[in-house]
């Protein structure tokens, strides 16, 4: 009984896993047409922006999808990905 548990919850654990991958990796996408100017990181209340050496962190554990960022870039560099 405990092996069968044990295989339920690895699977899930898999599951999960992958739908957190899949979300992670297409929520907000940052262009080449960055200027690093920063106004994305000021806007993200979720601290998910960070400026570091002239290149703008994206960390998707703590984005929202609010969407902020992608409206305040003045070059329209963000694309946010809403389907996951
Ligand atoms: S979508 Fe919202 S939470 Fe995510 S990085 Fe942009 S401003 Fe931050
Ligand atoms: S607001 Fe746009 S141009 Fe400015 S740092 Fe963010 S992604 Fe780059």
Redesign the pocket.
Known sequence: MNSVQNNIGGDFAKLLDSGMKKKNTY??VIGESCIICGQ?VD????G??EMNNDNIN?NPK?????????EACPVGA?K?NRQN
Request: hydrophobic content about 45%.
């Open positions: 929520d907000v994305c806007v993200c209340t979720a998910a922006l994206y703590k984005c929202t999808r609010c969407g902020l960022c992608a963000i946010i």
